[in-house]
C-alpha cells in the first residue's frame, strides 16, 4: 500500500469521473480521511493540483500514501456511505460530534413485564431506547414522574411464564408500600401491566397530548361504568402530566413535529444548537462543538452533523427549519427559512442557546488562563483606536495642584492588559509658574520618553492623556521635539462624557459605555488620578510641616528634615510625647518645640 508521488499520481490520473466516495490511507494503511463528490477525479485531485492554505490539509496531503474509491449511482448515495464509513472507522481528519457516548437513555426492557431505568450502556441492555438525553436532571425528573404515576416493577426477576408458574417468588417491600402490584406472584395482569408500558412510552416519545387525551377518553368510560374510583386515579394521572408538561418547553401546540438546526462558525469550530420538537414542546436540546478538522464549510456540516443528530436523538419529523437555506440532498426531510413567527421565534430561541454557550465556554477558557482577558482586551484597544499593533505597554498622565500651588504629575505603567505598578513616576513640576495645565503636561511628557530614549528602554504603544484638546495638543508638541510623532499613539479623555480625542480631529468619538476599552481607559485615567493625588497630598503636607517649622526659632535645617522624615505632621510629632522626641532631637530642642506649641495652641 505504500506508494511514490509517482504512483499516486498515475492513481489519481485513473480514478473514474463519477460520483462516490474516496478514502485516504496512511503508512499504516489506516483510513484517515473519507470524502463524497459528484465527481470522484475532480474531488481528489484538488487536493494534489495547488498548494492548500489550511495547514490541517496540508498535513493529511503529506500523509496520503494510497487512494481507494467506490462508486455509486448518485450524491444521496454517496453522502449516506461516506456517513456509515466515518462511524464505522472514525477517520483522524473527518469532522465528528463530542460527546457521543457520554449521554444516558431510557430503556423499556424486552421483558414479558418490561422495566423502565436509564443507561449509557446500550450494549448491554435489550430493549427500546428513548432520548438520548443531555440534559440528565431533566430525564431524571421523567423518570420520577414515571414512576410515581404508574406502579412498574424495579426488580430484575426473571419473569417468564415458566418461572411464574414455579410460584417461588414472594412479595417485597415495594408491593407492601404500593409501588408495585405484584406481578411476580401474579397479582397484576400482564396485559393490564402492558398497558402502562404503553402509555409510558407515549410520554417517553413526547407525545404527551395524545396521551393526555386517551387517557381522558378511558376515564370517562370508568365514569359511565360507575369505576369512580379507577377514574379518579386515572384523573390524577392527567393532572401530574399536565404539570409535567406546563414545566416543559412548550413552543406552541399549533406547531407539527418539527426539528431546529442552527449553527456558528469560528475559525476552527462550528458550535451548533439543534432542537427537536414534538406536539408543540421541546422534547430534546442539545449544543455541543464541532472541530474542524480540514477546511469544511456549513455544507459539510450540514450533510454530516444533521443526519448524525437526527439518528441519535431518534427524530422522524420531515422538516427542519434552518437560518440560512442551503442545499440538501436529503428526501426524508426538508430545509425550511422561516421569516416570521414561531418558526421563526424557534430560531431565535437556538441562536440564544449558542450564545449561551459561547460565553461558557469563554468563562471557562478565562479562568483556565486569565491571560486570554487580557489579549482580548489589548486586541479590542488595538481595534477601536485604529493601532498598527496591540498596545503591550501603555502609559497615561494626570496633573494635579492645589490653586496654583504644589503642582505634581503622575504617569501610570500598563503592561500586558495589568498595572505594573514599579514603574509608576511623579513628577515635581519645574519649569512651569501658576496653574497652567497645557505647560505641565508638555513638560512631563517632554520629560518621561526623554529618559526613556536617553536609557534605551521600550517605549509605549498608547498614550493616555487625561484632558481634552488642548492636553492632548501640549502633550504631542513634546512627542513631535524627541521625534516620536508616528511611533507612539497619543489620545486624550475628558472627564464628565468620557469623549475621546484624536488629534487633529474635529470632534471626539464615544466608545459603549460597556465597552472593555473604554473601561481599560477609565481605569488607568482614575489610577492616574489616585496615584498624583496621593503624591500630591504627601507634598501638600510635607510643604506644610516645613513651612510651620520654619518659624520656630531653635529649629535648624537638619532637625526640621529629621522630624519631617519621621513624623510627617505636626500632630505626629505632639503624639509622639516630649521623651520620645528628646531621644530623637534632645532635650533642649524638643522644649523648644513643646514651648512653641503651648504658646500657639497647637
Not at 410460584?167 to 393490564?192: M, N
Not at 430560531?347 to 491571560?371: D, G, H, M, V, W
Request: proline share 3%; net charge positive; with cysteine.
Amino acid at each position: 500500500m505504500g506508494e511514490s508521488n509517482d504512483e499516486l499520481k498515475k492513481t489519481i490520473s485513473s480514478l473514474p469521473e463519477e460520483p462516490g466516495i474516496y478514502q485516504y490511507f496512511d503508512k499504516t494503511g489506516q483510513i484517515i480521511y473519507v470524502g463524497k463528490a459528484k465527481n470522484i477525479k475532480k474531488r481528489v485531485s484538488s487536493y494534489f493540483n495547488k498548494t492548500q492554505e489550511n495547514n490541517k490539509t496540508r498535513l493529511l496531503v503529506k500523509s496520503i500514501v494510497n487512494i481507494k474509491y467506490l462508486i455509486v449511482s448518485n450524491e444521496l448515495d454517496a453522502l449516506l456511505l461516506e456517513n456509515n464509513l466515518i462511524k464505522t472507522y472514525q477517520p483522524k481528519y473527518n469532522i465528528q460530534l463530542k460527546d457521543d457516548k457520554t449521554f444516558p437513555w431510557i430503556v423499556v426492557t424486552d421483558e414479558p413485564f418490561p422495566r423502565v431505568f436509564s443507561t449509557r450502556q446500550k450494549e448491554l441492555v435489550s430493549g427500546k431506547f428513548y432520548g438520548p438525553y443531555p440534559n440528565v436532571k431533566a430525564m431524571n425528573a421523567l423518570l420520577g414522574l414515571i414512576r410515581e404515576m404508574y406502579p412498574l416493577r424495579t426488580c430484575s426477576l426473571d419473569l417468564s411464564a415458566k418461572k411464574l408458574a414455579e410460584k417461588k417468588y414472594k412479595t417485597c417491600l415495594e408491593f407492601h408500600i404500593g409501588k408495585c402490584l405484584g406481578p411476580c406472584v401474579q397479582k397484576q395482569p400482564e396485559e393490564e401491566y402492558h398497558s402502562m408500558i404503553e402509555e409510558i412510552e407515549l410520554l417517553l416519545k413526547g407525545k404527551t397530548y395524545s396521551l393526555i387525551q386517551a387517557l381522558r377518553k378511558k376515564m370517562l368510560q370508568l365514569s359511565e361504568s360507575y369505576q369512580f374510583e379507577e377514574a379518579q386515579k386515572l384523573k390524577l394521572t392527567i393532572e401530574q402530566i399536565e404539570k409535567y408538561r406546563s414545566k416543559s418547553t412548550i413552543v406552541s401546540s399549533k406547531l407539527n413535529d418539527v426539528d431546529v438546526f442552527c449553527y456558528l462558525e469560528n475559525e476552527n469550530q462550528f458550535i451548533i444548537n439543534y432542537l427537536v420538537i414534538q406536539e408543540g414542546a421541546i422534547i430534546h436540546g442539545y449544543t455541543t462543538e464541532v472541530q474542524k478538522k480540514l477546511n469544511e464549510n456549513e455544507i459539510d456540516l450540514l450533510n454530516y452533523v444533521l443526519p448524525e443528530l437526527r439518528e441519535k436523538f431518534q427524530s422522524k419529523s420531515k422538516e427542519v427549519i434552518v437560518e440560512k437555506q442551503l442545499d440538501s440532498p436529503f428526501i426524508d426531510f426538508y430545509l425550511f427559512v422561516p421569516q416570521k413567527g414561531e418558526k421563526k421565534e424557534l430560531i431565535e430561541l437556538s441562536k440564544r442557546n449558542i450564545f449561551y454557550f459561547r460565553k461558557e465556554r469563554e468563562k471557562r477558557a478565562l479562568i483556565q488562563n486569565p491571560q486570554l482577558a487580557k489579549d482580548r482586551v489589548l486586541e479590542r484597544i488595538r481595534s477601536d483606536f485604529k493601532l498598527t499593533e496591540l498596545p503591550i505597554h501603555m502609559e497615561c498622565f494626570d496633573n494635579s495642584n492645589f490653586q496654583g500651588t504644589n503642582a505634581v504629575s503622575a504617569c501610570v505603567v500598563f503592561k500586558n492588559g495589568a498595572p505594573s505598578k514599579k514603574d509608576y513616576r511623579h513628577f515635581n513640576i519645574k519649569t512651569v509658574e501658576g496653574p497652567d495645565d497645557f505647560a505641565s503636561m508638555r513638560e512631563v511628557v517632554y520629560r518621561r520618553y526623554k529618559r526613556l530614549i536617553n536609557e534605551g528602554q521600550s517605549l509605549p504603544q498608547l498614550v493616555i492623556i487625561d484632558g481634552g484638546k488642548g492636553q492632548l495638543s501640549a502633550a504631542m508638541e513634546s512627542i513631535e521635539k524627541l521625534g516620536l510623532r508616528g511611533k507612539i499613539a497619543l489620545v486624550g479623555i475628558a472627564k464628565k462624557l468620557e469623549e475621546i480625542f484624536f488629534l487633529g480631529d474635529q470632534y471626539p468619538i464615544y466608545l459603549d459605555k460597556r465597552s472593555e476599552s473604554l473601561k481599560t481607559i477609565q481605569f488607568m485615567r482614575n489610577e492616574a488620578h489616585r496615584f498624583g493625588i496621593s503624591h500630591h497630598r504627601d507634598k501638600r503636607s510635607k510643604n506644610a510641616i516645613i513651612s510651620e517649622l520654619d518659624q520656630i526659632q531653635g529649629i535648624g535645617e537638619k532637625t526640621r528634615q529629621l522630624l519631617l522624615s519621621e513624623y510627617k505632621s505636626i500632630p505626629n510629632i505632639k503624639k509622639s510625647g516630649f521623651d520620645e522626641l528628646a531621644k530623637k532631637i534632645g532635650r533642649s530642642k524638643a522644649t523648644i518645640l513643646f514651648n512653641y506649641f503651648t504658646e500657639t495652641g497647637n
